[in-house]
Structure formats: structure tokens, C-alpha cells
């Protein structure tokens, strides 16, 4: 250690002595998974471009990011840069003064109104995030298995349904690649991504937050019940099945349908790159008259400058940076299924990544409904309600009906535009 | 007892201890307890508002049913513990007493588990038990028994049996090693078996031991957070059925996912938990303690 | 102790070794897997690896990703200096609340006993505002001084227990050979050792298992505990088995080596204890 601490001291020594001084900023993130690429591939285009700003990617575990992130700013100890999650946490964060105001920002005016939502104040007049990335559902398949069985994509529920019962009777194979063991698949990759096409996207989402519409009537309550017809066909002992493992299984060729998030396609890229895979947008529902297609286009990921910062100037030159077209560019390419929210040109190579974003001009988008406003409240959670609610659908242990009038009555239990619907 | 000047060499004796004790312990669990004493006003400046989080804890519907629900699972985690822990580490520390050839071997070998970290625990046990690695699938074990709401928690329980064993195993050794030879020699040689001398003379003579381990094992139980945040993560699932107070405090406390946390909840939730604790331990140096020195002096 | 006879001494094994192959079987299956070829983990999980199916992949991923040397020393400073901490604060504290009859005696035994009950991470916050005030923040010092904090109430409760067992005797001759009360708390000391033993054996462990305050109080790259970073290991290539399992190996293995030798002390310390 102490050797250490001497190394720095003569460096810091020898830099203070008129050599060229490096201005250091720290990224903090979730984004783990995708330590190798801001690494190998997005901070060095950027550090070649301003060879006298040094950054450093500093990710945490997703699940222990917002808890670590809150005690390192409180402690003062947090990065430069703070990935933001969208909507309220950043929002909190933005109020308790650890983020600053970016709306002036050089590059900010790449963004629409609808990008930068997630990361403005309830008026939309402040924005205190670079917005990143945005995410989108569907589903994706083994293109090999599909031809072995000779299935072609689903564009219904009743085609979806019978495409998973041919799977089912070869055996051969597990038809619908999902575990319940860490809960938000079945929220996440389940509910919201079928959900928005039952519940008319926007319109019922905006609906829940004025309160016009409920979790346990019309579209939201159908979310549910065609959710629970997928537990027929979900692995043997699925509700042990933990997100990696779904992973592990689809990408070794074990299952035939992912219900996904983009962002996996350059998961499974990684882990096999030999796997033939092929993409489904979100099924309609022709037999109860819907036929407009909707998919969960989610604002996910931004970047925001720590109020604490030392090197703010510094910063601000990385926050426009990644306001850009040579980000945007980078980070679609490096990984495919995140698609870059500014209104700059950027082609996606990805054959299946493009192919998700295309659906962007075919569905009408919205995103989680629980996002916006509706998780405001520490207890009951409505984000966390969904997850478990979605859960014990696929489990078994609760009725779609049963389901829904959980949520929806936690929700108006503290949401007063909700209080009248029970 | 004898009339001294003042003792200053008690003080040297006591004030490294007291002093990081006071510092890094008991000044920040009190700022802990007084943030229990408040909450936010609707302007978001902290308030003073009593025992009304206490209130709110036990009374409203939203706080108290997962409270319970984590109190009762907590129970049943403890009681697992006391009823497979700590009869089988007085069984393995009985039949390493008798010295047979390879003792410490098998005491290294056994307490191997303890030592490892729960987060590496977790892990391992998830992987052996996950229906998709498959691992005890040819002995017929192949149900996802984390994942189910009847059997995730006393698999849980038996997983944290199975690493920390080793500690009341070495408690009860250490006791047993301390009974004097000629005493069950004695015995012996009035013909008792060994399970006369089991039951007559060593299970008495350490039973200050059992206290112990019963006392530790309950304030264990009752910190437990680790194992099941490693395995079942903060949600700790299926629908709560592995939540348990250590659990349920970090997610009011830090928060989950969209969930904000909530500091002064959180705090309440904390300061429950040292009162269980408490009495625990109250009970234990009231009720078990007196009794044995009634019976030893 | 008089041996048992065969019949018995057979049934004894059985058990022991039944046993410990509970104890190590989990352990051994991942250090086994972590040396074998992707399929292979997963098609047959219990074979040993042949010099077909035989890879170091995960360890290569390992390397070029986590400096586990480093994370690993990390943790022995952390551990070994809060362990010395400890036993030292602990046993004077110990000695002085056995040995004298003072009026705030009780009191004091009931205030260091408190921490027994309480998780001091119930303090967390407090603990982190402190650790900023006092600028030590992300270095292995904090940890020290939080374990030792941690430690102190078990280490002065069963020390002092065990000190109170000690005869008067031996220490009223040494006051009558005129040495200070120092030099009697430094006799004392050996006599002990079992009790040390034990200490040091219920201390360590959860010093050295933590996750949480390296991950709050000392996250950086310099300071990561072995533990911390697997954990972040883990994390990260939560799909990729063969790392996942290499980087398990090397979390576990240190620590059983570091244990096999630490054990011998630990046994002959509580043996000496009873023999005396």
C-alpha cells in the first residue's frame, strides 16, 4: 500500500511540475455487462479526440447501483458522471441537488421533448440527463429450430399460442425461454411487452396516471390473462430459472422463443455467436378486435453531470460528446439493442437490432406503465407490485383477476387520481 | 475493595475499547434510532414525529402485513436453525471428542463451509440447485426448490445450516474438551455407556455452552440478510416467502429498482429489530444464566 | 480418553466422513467444473476434467478482467488488522472489567455487550457520514476500525467470561511479587488462549466474508476486498459458467488454504486449553 501511495505522490509530483496535466472524470454505472466496451471501444474514441481528458468507466451491480450510488453522493465519494435511470429516481436525485441542470447544454437541442421526458422535470422545462438509450421488446427466436419444426413467425396470439404448442409436442426443445426466480422478466419481458398493444400504448398509460383507465379493467386486466397462457409452455422448473440462466439456455440452443429486451441481442452475440437468431414483434389480439400493433420503446439509460464535480468543464465536453453523431454511431454498433435517443444519423448494423428498430415505424410506442409518476410511492410500489404480481401469474399462485386487482388496489390505496377506482 | 488512588489503569484498560466501540458503533446506531424518531414534512425538511413510524409500522396495512410476514419467516428460519444446527454440531463435536484417529481432519474439513463467504455460498447452492444446470437431477433431486413459495425459505434455512455448523460444533468441542477426564472415567468405570456419560455428565457440564450458542444463533438469525439477498436478491421471492427482517429493512431503507428508499422507515424497521433482539438476549441472561449459576454455586 | 471400540469407531467415520463430504462436496464440484470445457458443465457435472475437456478460459477471462492478487492482499490487511485490533482492545477491556470491582463495572459490561445484539448495519448511514468527516473513505483503514468496532462486543464478552474462570490466586502472587497491573493483564494472556482461539476464529470469518461495507465504505478499484470483487465478478459475467466458477475457485481457495494453516493454531489452542 504504501508504495502505492508514493507511486501517486511522485506522479502527482511530476504532473505538477509543467507536465501536461490530465483532467480525470469517473463514470458512474450499472452497465456492467458492457464494462469491456466503454473500455475498449467508446472512451478511447473520445480520449483520441481530447487526449487531455482521461475517463474511467466505474460500473456497480445493477441491483446494488441505486443503494451504492445514493451513499456514494451523500458521502460525496460519487464519479463525475452519474448514469441516470429514467424518471423519478433521477428525478429525486436532480430535486437533492446531486445532479446539475443540463438543459443548456451544447447538443442538447439533438434531443425531442419525448426523449428527453424521462430525465425533465414534471413541467418539461428543466432536463438533467443526457439521454443515451432507448430499449424495446419483443421477441426473439432460434431461427435453426423454427426450420427444423417448420414454424414461421407468430402475428397473433392464436398463431403465437400454436407455434408454442407445436414446440411443446416435439419435446424436443423448451418453447418459451423465461424463469420467474428473479420476477421482472415476468414484468418486464412479459407484461409490459404484450401489455401496451392490449391496453392502446399511450392512451391507457396516460389513462392509468389520470386515472380514466385501471390495472384491473379493460387492457390491463387482459395483459394479464394473456400472460397467464404462457405458463404451459415456460422450462421445467422455470420458477427457479434465474435471468442468466434463461440466458444460458436460449443461447446454448435449448429453447426456441426469448421474450426479450434488445438489449439482449448483444448478449447472445457474445455468448454464441454460431446462434441463428430472428426476431418477433409483440403479437396483436384479432379475436378481441385489436389489430394496431404497440411496442415498449423505453427510455433507459442517460448520463448527468454530478453536482459535486470537480472538473465540471471537462465533464460538460464528455456530456456533448455524447450528445453526438460519433457517440450515437459507437454505442448502436457496439451494442447492438440499445438505440441511441438523439435525433443525429447513426446506421445499426445488427441485422436483428435494425430489424427491432423498424418496428418503431410499423407500432405505435409507449413505454412501462409503471414508469412515469405511478412508482413514486416507497410502499406500496407499483414497479414492484407488477413484478410480483406478473411472477405469480406465471406461477400459478394468483388468477390474472386476482392479479390485477392487487395492483390496482395498492396503487389507489396512496394514487389519489386512482382512489375512486377499487 | 482496596482503597487506591484513582485507577487510572481501569481507564487505560477500558478506553481503546469504549472509544472505537462509541465511534464506529453505538454513535451511529443512535443516529440511526433518532432518524426512527422522525419523518419527512411535506415541505422535505425532517420533522420530529415520535413513535408514530412505530405506529405506522404496525398498524397500517401496506407496512404491517410485510412486516409480519418477514417477522414469522425469521421465526421459522431460527427455529430450523435450532432444531438442525445446533443438535447436529453437538453430534459432530461429541463424536470428535472421543479422539478417534483423523480429528482434526474432520474438524477442518467440516467447518471449511464456515468460512467461506455467503455471497460465494449463494451462488454455489444456486447453481447446484437450479433444475437447469441439472446437477442433482440423477439423484432424483429436481424441483426448483428456491423458486417455490412452500419450500424457498427452509431451503434457504438448511443452506445457512450447512455453512455455519462448524461454529457451534467448535463452541460445543471447546466445552467438551474442558470436562475433566477422571470425571467420565469415573462413570465408566461404573459401567455407564457412553451415552450415559453423554447424558449425564458432558450435556450438563456444557450446557452454559448451549446458552451460548442458542443466544448466538438467535442474534445470527436475526441479522441474517446476506445469504438471501445472494440468492433470492432484495425482492427476496417467491411473492416475499424468503423475506426476513434483515431483507426487509434494506429494501425500505435504500430502496429497490423504482422503489425510493425511505430513511426513516427503514430506521423504524431497524430499531424493531434491535428490540427482538433485545429481549432475545434479556431472555437469555435473565431467564438461562441466573438458573445455571443457581445451580453451579 | 479411552479409545472406543471398532464397531463404534466404525460408525464414528461413517458419520464424520459422511459428513464432511456434505461440507466439501458443493466446494469441490465448482473447483472441479471450473477446469472444464463449457458442455462439459453442464453434461456432466460430476466428471473430473480429462485432458480433452480440460480449459483455463474462465481463469484467462479472470485475468484479463479482475486483479485478484490485489483484491486478495486487500483482504488480508483488512482482516489480519482488525483481528489484532480486536483481540487487543478486546482482551484489555476484558481483563479490566474480570479483574476489578468498580461502580460503573456492570454498566460498562452492559454497554460493550449492547453491540452483541445490534447489526451494526443498522448504523450504516452514521457510519458513512463519519467516514467522510473523517476523509476515510474508500481506504482499508475504515474497514479496520468498522470490524474492530463490530468485533469488540463478542471478543469482550467471551473474554471476559473466560477471565473470570482464571484463579485469584496466580494473580494475587504476582501483586505480591510487586508487578503492575500491566504486566498481570500480559500473564494472563496465555492462559487464554482458548478463548482466544475462539475469538479469533467467530471474528474472522464475517470480517473476511463481508460484502457489505467494502461495498459502501471502500468500492474503489484500490481497496476492493476479495470478497467485493467477486462479487462485481460475479455480476458481470453472471452467464459466462467457466469464469463464474474460475472466479469462485480463486475467492474460495485462498481462503481454505489461509484457514488449513490458521486451523492448526486454532486446534492446538484449544487443546493446550485442555490439557491445562
Not at chain 2, 437431477?137 to 455448523?165: D, H, K
Amino acid at each position: 500500500m504504501k508504495r502505492w501511495v508514493f507511486l501517486m505522490t511522485a506522479i502527482a509530483a511530476a504532473a505538477s511540475l509543467g507536465l501536461a496535466q490530465k483532467t480525470k472524470l469517473t463514470i458512474e454505472s450499472w452497465r456492467n455487462d458492457d464494462l469491456k466496451i466503454w473500455q475498449n471501444t467508446i472512451l478511447p474514441a473520445f480520449m483520441k479526440k481530447y487526449p487531455n481528458i482521461e475517463v474511467v468507466f466505474a460500473p456497480t451491480a445493477p441491483t446494488e447501483y441505486n443503494a451504492v450510488l445514493e451513499a456514494k453522493l451523500k458521502a460525496g465519494t460519487a464519479g463525475d458522471l452519474i448514469t441516470c435511470r429514467p424518471f423519478d429516481q433521477s428525478l429525486e436525485l436532480f430535486k437533492s441537488k446531486y445532479l446539475d441542470d443540463l438543459t443548456g447544454l451544447k447538443g442538447m437541442d439533438n434531443y425531442s421533448e419525448v426523449a428527453k421526458a424521462a430525465w425533465s422535470t414534471d413541467d418539461g422545462k428543466t432536463t438533467f440527463c443526457v439521454p443515451m438509450a432507448s430499449v424495446i421488446h419483443g421477441f426473439l427466436y432460434n431461427k435453426a429450430i423454427f426450420k427444423e419444426l417448420g414454424l414461421s413467425e407468430p402475428k397473433t396470439e392464436a398463431e403465437f399460442l400454436a407455434v408454442l404448442e407445436k414446440i411443446k409436442a416435439n419435446g424436443k426443445y423448451i418453447p418459451l425461454v423465461m424463469g420467474t426466480k428473479d420476477q421482472w422478466e415476468a414484468a418486464t419481458m412479459g407484461y409490459q411487452n404484450i401489455g401496451p398493444t392490449l391496453w392502446n400504448g399511450e392512451v391507457g398509460r396516460k389513462g392509468l396516471i389520470s386515472g380514466k383507465e385501471a390495472y384491473n379493467k379493460g387492457g390491463f386486466l387482459r395483459a394479464f390473462e394473456a400472460l397467464a397462457k404462457w405458463r404451459p409452455f415456460l422450462g421445467n422448473g422455470y420458477q427457479a430459472q434465474a435471468y442468466p440462466d434463461s440466458q444460458n439456455l436460449f443461447a446454448a440452443g435449448r429453447g426456441a422463443i426469448y421474450p426479450a429486451g434488445s438489449w439482449d441481442i448483444a448478449t447472445f452475440r457474445q455468448m454464441n455467436p454460431k446462434l441463428e437468431l430472428g426476431a418477433f414483434k409483440p403479437y396483436t389480439f384479432p379475436s378481441l378486435g385489436i389489430t394496431q400493433c404497440v411496442i415498449d420503446d423505453h427510455p433507459d439509460i442517460a448520463i448527468g453531470l454530478n453536482a459535486a464535480s470537480k472538473n465540471k468543464e471537462a465533464a460538460r465536453t464528455f456530456l456533448s460528446w455524447v450528445a453526438s453523431d460519433e457517440f450515437a454511431q459507437l454505442y448502436a454498433n457496439a451494442l447492438p439493442g440499445f438505440f441511441p435517443l438523439a435525433n443525429v444519423s447513426y446506421k445499426v448494423d445488427d441485422p436483428v437490432a435494425q430489424q427491432f428498430l423498424s418496428w418503431r415505424k410499423e407500432c405505435k410506442t409507449t413505454f412501462r406503465s409503471s414508469y412515469q409518476i405511478l412508482s413514486r410511492n416507497a410502499n406500496p410500489n407499483n414497479e414492484n407490485d407488477l413484478w410480483n404480481a406478473s411472477a405469480q401469474v406465471l406461477n400459478g399462485t394468483m388468477t390474472p383477476q386476482q392479479a390485477a386487482d392487487f395492483v390496482q388496489s395498492r396503487l389507489a390505496s396512496w394514487y389519489a387520481p386512482q382512489k375512486g377506482n377499487k | 475493595m482496596n482503597r487506591k488512588p484513582f485507577p487510572w489503569h481501569i481507564v487505560v484498560f477500558l478506553a481503546p475499547a469504549v472509544l472505537i466501540y462509541t465511534a464506529f458503533m453505538i454513535y451511529p446506531l443512535v443516529d440511526s434510532l433518532w432518524l426512527s424518531l422522525n419523518n419527512k414534512a411535506s415541505s422535505g425538511a425532517q420533522v420530529f414525529v415520535g413513535l408514530q413510524n412505530y405506529g405506522t409500522l404496525f398498524s397500517a396495512e401496506t407496512w404491517s402485513k410485510p412486516f409480519w410476514n418477514a417477522l414469522w419467516n425469521n421465526i421459522k428460519f431460527f427455529l430450523i436453525h435450532m432444531l438442525v444446527q445446533n443438535p447436529v454440531g453437538l453430534l459432530l463435536a461429541a463424536l470428535l471428542v472421543t479422539r478417534i484417529r483423523g480429528t482434526a481432519l474432520y474438524r477442518t474439513l467440516i467447518f471449511t463451509p464456515t468460512i467461506l463467504s455467503v455471497v460465494i455460498i449463494g451462488f454455489i447452492w444456486k447453481l447446484i440447485l437450479n433444475p437447469v444446470w441439472g446437477v442433482l437431477n440423477p439423484i432424483g433431486i429436481n424441483q426448483p426448490f428456491l423458486g417455490l413459495e412452500s419450500t424457498a425459505l427452509p431451503t434457504l434455512a438448511l443452506i445457512s445450516v450447512w455453512q455455519n455448523v462448524g461454529i457451534p460444533m467448535m463452541l460445543f468441542l471447546a466445552a467438551l474438551i474442558r470436562i475433566p477426564e477422571e470425571l467420565m472415567e469415573a462413570a465408566r468405570v461404573d459401567g455407564a455407556s457412553a451415552w450415559t456419560v453423554f447424558w449425564r455428565i458432558q450435556l450438563p457440564l456444557i450446557f452454559p455452552t448451549v446458552g451460548i450458542v442458542a443466544v448466538l444463533t438467535f442474534v445470527g438469525n436475526f441479522n441474517a440478510f446476506d445469504l438471501i439477498y445472494a440468492t433470492q436478491g432484495a425482492l427476496a421471492g417467491p411473492n416475499f416467502a424468503s423475506d426476513i427482517l434483515g431483507t426487509f429493512f434494506f429494501r425500505t431503507f435504500f430502496g429497490y429498482q423504482l422503489q425510493p428508499g425511505d430513511p426513516y422507515m427503514g430506521a423504524t424497521v431497524a430499531g424493531v429489530m434491535l428490540l427482538i433482539i433485545l429481549v432475545g438476549v434479556l431472555i437469555y441472561l435473565l431467564g438461562w444464566q441466573r438458573r445455571l449459576q443457581n445451580i453451579q454455586f | 480418553m479411552a479409545r472406543p471400540r471398532w464397531p463404534q469407531l466404525l460408525a464414528i467415520h461413517a458419520v464424520l466422513i459422511a459428513y464432511s463430504a456434505l461440507a466439501l462436496f458443493p466446494v469441490l464440484l465448482v473447483i472441479i467444473n471450473s477446469f472444464k470445457d463449457k458442455l462439459l458443465i453442464f453434461s456432466a457435472p460430476f466428471s473430473l476434467p480429462t485432458t480433452q475437456s480440460f480449459t483455463l478460459e474462465g481463469y484467462k477471462t479472470l485475468q484479463s478482467t479482475a486483479n485478484f492478487p490485489a483484491f486478495f492482499l486487500n483482504s488480508l490487511i483488512v482482516t489480519g488488522g482488525a483481528l489484532l485490533l480486536i483481540l487487543l482492545v478486546s482482551s484489555m477491556a476484558a481483563f479490566a472489567l474480570a479483574e476489578y470491582e468498580f461502580r460503573l463495572n456492570p454498566l460498562t459490561a452492559l454497554y460493550l455487550s449492547l453491540g452483541i445484539m445490534v447489526p451494526i448495519r443498522l448504523g450504516t448511514v452514521g457510519i458513512l457520514q463519519l467516514a467522510v468527516d473523517l476523509h476515510l473513505v474508500n481506504t482499508l483503514w475504515i474497514l479496520i476500525l468498522v470490524y474492530t468496532a463490530q468485533g469488540i462486543p463478542l471478543a469482550v464478552f467471551v473474554l471476559t467470561a473466560f477471565m473470570r474462570q482464571l484463579p485469584k490466586d496466580l494473580k494475587d502472587a504476582a501483586r505480591i511479587d510487586g508487578a503492575s497491573e500491566y504486566r498481570i493483564y500480559w500473564l494472563t494472556l496465555p492462559l487464554v488462549r482458548p478463548a482466544i482461539g475462539s475469538v479469533l476464529a467467530i471474528s474472522m470469518i464475517p470480517i473476511w466474508n463481508d460484502l457489505w461495507f467494502p461495498l459502501i465504505l471502500a468500492p474503489g478499484e484500490a481497496t476492493k476486498t476479495i470478497v467485493l470483487g467477486a462479487s462485481v465478478f460475479l455480476g458481470q459475467f453472471v452467464n459466462d459458467y467457466n469464469a463464474v466458477l474460475a472466479a469462485l475457485t480463486l475467492a474460495i481457495v485462498p481462503a481454505v488454504v489461509l484457514y488449513f494453516i490458521f486451523s492448526q493454531q486454532l486446534i492446538r489452542g484449544i487443546t493446550s486449553g485442555a490439557v491445562k
